[in-house]
């Protein structure tokens, strides 16, 4: 199964789904349930989630495996985004900065 | 020493440091092919799934009007992105875009259209500003190995240019495309409007289910194209470097070839010179020898 996170909500896809084209979310977290492993999380950025014919596909601009996640500098991107919103409320690239910043902790499984 | 031995040991010894200069550039050549490669591989199926998503939309969606989709009634301005390369020792390789490019815009300008080059690549831009063309825009510095940034700004230069009322109604693509190591070819594509290609079913078609979009197939076109556009031109810029060192690799090393042989031809050239050199000189020795013996005879 698959999770991922649309610009209309969240979306499971289990298989035989009708075929879906979808727009990601900016700082979303794409989880896939498997049998018998642990899940594959991942971290990603814009993009789309296409399904058909029991196949789905993930485009995205960018991703990163919640294994792969650098969880310091992660964090250290989300202070600093966090800083920047707090001097200038309408700083919106700090705004997308703290998205992302979350979305690869989530990904990494910590707590934000 | 003879002054034409020396001259051709100086010759030689020039033609020498110039062979391993070239033969130098081929290996670096060489090894960055494979990068290139690789590098080609991997956003293969990024290029592929994204193609197969906007062939999914607009082939469900036929209703949907996007601007990007539909070609201008009375288009009036084409815009050609030419793919070319940073630095030369590459041989015909950019002569051969830019010769392309030239053909591209005789054609255009035949429709009625004028042309706005946007070109990538020192060599296109030295090329293009020394025939006093104007330019819609010009990227450099990253031919060798271009990231998806480089192709993300081309992209949105040309889309927004796309966008405007009074900007190009038109988008080709002069680059090379990377076949194999021995063989790459000079293609022209039309990446915007999309062309809508009408083909027969055979067995091994695969008709593009019918999507379900999320949020509407509208607003995932919206943003679905843009990044097609940017899809196609950084697989262009990938192939283009993969090219170019093809291309470079080729040139270099028919210029060691070359080298070598001219290397052949003059060290010949010298071992002759130094043996004429030394027939003189015995036959000089044996002369004044004989001519001193006779001296000595006639005294006697």
Redesign the interface.
């Known amino acids: 199964m698959v999770i991922a996170k649309t610009v209309d909500g969240e979306i499971g896809i289990m298989p035989q789904h009708a075929p879906v084209l979808g727009v990601l979310v900016e700082g979303g977290v794409l989880r896939v349930k498997r049998e018998n492993e642990g899940d594959l999380v991942a971290a990603v950025h814009g993009g789309f989630i296409s399904v058909a014919d029991d196949e789905v596909s993930v485009l995205a601009e960018v991703a990163e495996l919640g294994t792969e996640v650098d969880v310091a500098a992660a964090r250290d991107a989300l202070d600093r985004a966090q800083a920047s919103i707090e001097a200038n409320q309408e700083d919106a690239d700090a705004a997308l900065e703290a998205k992302r910043a979350r979305a690869r902790l989530r990904a990494a499984g910590e707590e934000v | 020493m003879g002054a034409q031995l020396r001259l051709l040991r100086r010759r030689i010894n020039s033609v020498k440091s110039t062979a391993k200069i070239t033969r130098a550039q081929e290996l670096i050549a060489s090894s960055r092919i494979v990068r290139a490669q690789q590098r080609m591989q991997a956003a293969i199926p990024?290029e592929r799934?994204?193609t197969?998503?906007v062939t999914?939309?607009v082939s469900n969606a036929a209703s949907v009007d996007h601007p990007l989709t539909v070609a201008k009634e009375n288009p009036a301005k084409a815009g050609v992105l030419i793919v070319t390369s940073d630095s030369g020792f590459a041989g015909g390789f950019n002569a051969n875009v830019l010769r392309e490019a030239e053909a591209l815009r005789g054609h255009l300008e035949g429709r009625g259209l004028s042309v706005v080059p946007f070109v990538t690549g020192r060599k296109g831009v030295a090329w293009h500003s020394f025939r006093n063309r104007e330019m819609g825009g010009s990227w450099v510095g990253f031919t060798r190995k271009p990231a998806?940034s480089d192709a993300k700004e081309i992209a949105n230069t040309l889309i927004e240019s796309f966008k405007d009322d009074n900007g190009i109604d038109e988008i080709h693509i002069v680059s090379t495309e990377f076949v194999s190591m021995l063989t790459q070819n000079v293609v022209v594509k039309r990446i915007l409007p999309l062309e809508v290609e009408e083909t027969e079913a055979t067995e091994s078609t695969?008709i593009?289910?019918?999507?379900?979009?999320?949020?509407t197939a509208a607003?995932?076109l919206e943003?679905?194209l843009p990044?097609y556009v940017e899809s196609r031109i950084f697989t262009a810029l990938l192939q283009s470097a993969a090219s170019e060192e093809a291309a470079r690799r080729r040139a270099m090393k028919s210029a060691t070839d070359n080298a070598n042989e001219l290397m052949r031809v003059l060290t010949q050239q010298m071992n002759q010179a130094r043996q004429a050199e030394i027939t003189q000189e015995i036959s000089e020795i044996v002369g004044g020898a004989n001519a001193l013996a006779d001296a000595a005879a006639g005294k006697e």
């Not at chain 2, 289910?209 to 999320?214: G, S, T």
């Open positions: 990024y799934e994204i197969r998503a999914g939309v998806y695969v593009p289910p019918y999507f379900e979009f999320e949020p607003d995932v943003s679905l990044r």
